[in-house]
Every structure is written in structure tokens, then in C-alpha cells.
């Protein structure tokens, strides 16, 4: 083995080993941007690069024609979409 | 639903709306018979009695007729009530609510008051609270 060779890999070992002793975690790939959050809510990202979680969007459906059992004036309205299978 | 309904009577709305899924293909027969007994003030007894037995529909359709009958409904009328075409026409109007919303079209899909119920806490815990905020 020529001195160059042998140079050069107790330089690699070197690093490896001073990257081991200093615990240097591997940086976390990131794969992809998500739109959303896993609950739903918009990731909403600005010109400078900062970004925050939109707060949660609030849908106003109305009850029309459609089946409720409750007061009409409940402090708590739940509405469910289903099907019967 | 109806743990919520019996938990929070005076301050609980539950409202159905439905929303067949195209695979399902007895759903939206068996929403319209909801419906229409719905007319003779039975919707909340047909939605249950169909929802104890949905695994049934697949082989039988008409299971909510038997159903029906079983509740004292009047079939006649029942049946001329499922042909009217405002029946399906407010299906597809609850189809269009959720569709307008652009959340994932999966059921069931809960809404309360206006904020989709992303399943982190039970119903009744995360109701309670909206409840106690409002004093």
C-alpha cells in the first residue's frame, strides 16, 4: 500500500470516529413538502420562508331540510354524513 | 350519537345528512327510506333499526321495508314517499354540503359546530369542553 492510499483512509477512519465520539446525528431527510398537517389543517407558508399551521377551518352548513334531533338552539351542534353500509 | 344525546340532552343537535358512497349500492335506497319515514316521524327509529342491520342491505335491499313494518309504518305510503323526487334531491343537496367543504369526502365525516372532529379525544370529552366554554 502506497502512502497516499494509506493516507487517506486513516483520514476517512478519522472522521468516522471523530463523528462517533462527537455523537453528530445524521440530519433528517426530508421527503417531500406536505400541504397539510395530519389533521387536516393548512401548512401556510410566507415569502420569507417562515411558516406556521393555519388555524382549523370552521364550515358553515346548515341544518336546512336535513334530519336533527336536539334543541334548535343547542350550544353544541354535531353533524354527521353517512351512509347505511 | 345517541351517548351524546343522552349525556348533553339540552345542549346537544345532532344532525344526519347523508351521503351514500357509490360503492355501497343499497346506501342511497336505504337513505331514501330513512327519509321517507322520516315523513311519518320515524326517521330516527328507521336510521337506527337500518344502522343495527346494514351488513343485511347487501343481500337484501328492502330490508327497511321489513323494518318499516315492524315500526307500524304505513308501506303504502312509505313507498310513494321514496319515488319523490325531493327525497333524492336533498341527498344530493347534503352530498354537495360536504363535497363544498373540500375536507376528504370518507364517512362518517363529523363536523362540530363547523370544525371537522379529527377523532383525538372522544366526542363526548372534546363536546363537554365546548360546552363548558360556553358557560
Not at chain 2, 76 to 84: A, K, S, V, Y
Request: no cysteine; net charge neutral.
Amino acid at each position: 500500500m502506497n502512502k497516499g492510499k494509506f493516507a487517506l483512509i486513516i483520514s476517512f477512519t478519522t472522521v468516522i470516529l471523530v463523528g462517533q465520539a462527537l455523537n453528530l446525528e445524521k440530519p433528517t431527510e426530508r421527503k417531500g413538502v406536505k400541504a397539510t398537517t395530519a389533521d387536516g389543517r393548512k401548512i401556510l407558508v410566507y415569502s420569507d420562508g417562515t411558516w406556521a399551521i393555519a388555524p382549523k377551518e370552521i364550515f358553515n352548513i346548515p341544518v336546512g331540510d336535513s334530519f336533527y334531533i336536539g334543541p334548535s338552539d343547542a350550544k353544541v351542534t354535531v353533524m354527521e354524513w353517512m351512509d347505511y353500509q | 350519537m345517541d351517548k351524546l344525546r343522552t349525556l348533553f340532552p339540552n345542549d346537544v343537535k345532532v344532525v344526519y345528512k347523508n351521503f351514500p358512497l357509490r360503492s355501497h349500492k343499497q346506501a342511497n335506497k336505504a337513505a331514501l327510506y330513512a327519509m321517507a319515514a322520516g315523513r311519518q316521524g320515524m326517521y330516527n327509529e328507521m336510521h337506527h333499526k337500518i344502522m343495527e342491520r346494514y351488513r343485511e342491505l347487501k343481500s337484501n335491499e328492502d330490508l327497511p321495508l321489513e323494518l318499516a313494518d315492524a315500526l307500524g309504518l304505513d308501506l303504502g305510503l312509505l313507498q310513494e314517499d321514496m319515488t319523490d323526487p325531493a327525497l333524492q334531491q336533498q341527498i344530493y343537496k347534503e352530498m354537495n354540503e360536504l363535497k363544498s367543504t373540500g375536507l376528504r369526502l370518507a364517512v362518517p365525516k363529523i363536523l362540530i359546530n363547523g370544525e371537522e372532529y379529527d377523532r383525538k379525544k372522544p366526542i363526548e370529552v372534546l363536546v363537554k369542553e365546548i360546552i363548558d366554554k360556553a358557560g
